[in-house]
């Protein structure tokens, strides 16, 4: 059973639809990563939080450290949203990473 | 300006020969690391260096050896190539902070290797 996670491993949304990423861990941590893949393979990272909620346009991103819990939610979904969503937690200076969540979002 | 850049993007090559893949970071960051990413688009920690000192060393075959010259470069150099090592490899760099904490990472573009 891998460290970290991710739920669910594929999901197709209408563009306009609210979007909801999940990513449980089984260590403790000392924070939590967002990243994005696109299909052209670069990665770029959305967030870092150890605690609460951040957000970024239309991104948001949840912990709950007691459940070891994190999500990312993406509001009014839009097609050039379809990427590979991967979330990776951080304990010292390694990371373990989930599966990732293949997102597409047809128009 | 790119912050993390890595080169080659493709690499072609046959097994049993020695390649080696580049990465500079121009943030100043102090940490850098190498993951590998499967045809599973797994990824996987390798290596991790912080301020020019080794510091996480996955099972990796030693075949792999991280080189970092000075702060801004973290090389890989692959002895004796075999099939299984065809993979995307990232770099990525990070700013470490009291002691326990770290900025959000930055990657380069990736170099997707082919080992025929």
């Known amino acids: 059973k891998n460290e970290v996670e991710q739920s669910p491993q594929n999901l197709t949304a209408q563009e306009g639809e609210f979007i909801t990423i999940n990513c449980s861990y089984s260590?403790?941590?000392?924070?939590l990563h967002w990243l994005q893949q696109h299909p052209g393979g670069g990665i770029v990272s959305l967030f870092m939080?150890?605690?609460g909620k951040k957000k970024h346009g239309r991104l948001i991103a949840t912990i709950n450290i007691q459940e070891k819990h994190s999500s990312l939610h993406i509001t009014a979904s839009h097609p050039r949203d379809s990427a590979v969503y991967i979330c990776?937690?951080?304990?010292?200076?390694?990371?373990?990473f989930g599966e990732g969540t293949q997102l597409t979002v047809n128009p | 300006d790119t912050a993390v850049s890595q080169t080659p993007k493709y690499l072609v090559t046959q097994m049993g020969n020695d390649k080696s893949i580049k990465c500079e970071q121009n943030?100043?960051?102090?940490?850098m690391y190498w993951y590998k990413q499967d045809s599973k688009k797994f990824l996987k920690i390798m290596f991790s260096?912080?301020?020019?000192?080794?510091?996480i060393n996955e099972t990796v075959p030693n075949r792999f050896s991280p080189k970092s010259p000075d702060k801004a470069h973290l090389n890989l150099h692959i002895n004796s190539l075999e099939l299984g090592d065809s993979a995307v490899y990232f770099c990525?760099?990070?700013?470490?902070?009291?002691?326990?904490?770290?900025?959000?990472?930055?990657f380069g573009n990736g170099t997707r290797l082919t080992v025929t």
């Open positions: 990525a760099s990070s700013r470490e902070y009291e002691q326990r904490n770290h900025s959000p990472l930055h």
């Open positions: 260590v403790g941590i000392s924070a």
């Open positions: 939080l150890s605690s």
């Open positions: 990776a937690a951080r304990r010292g200076s390694r990371l373990t």
């Open positions: 943030l100043g960051h102090d940490t």
């Open positions: 260096y912080n301020n020019k000192e080794l510091i």
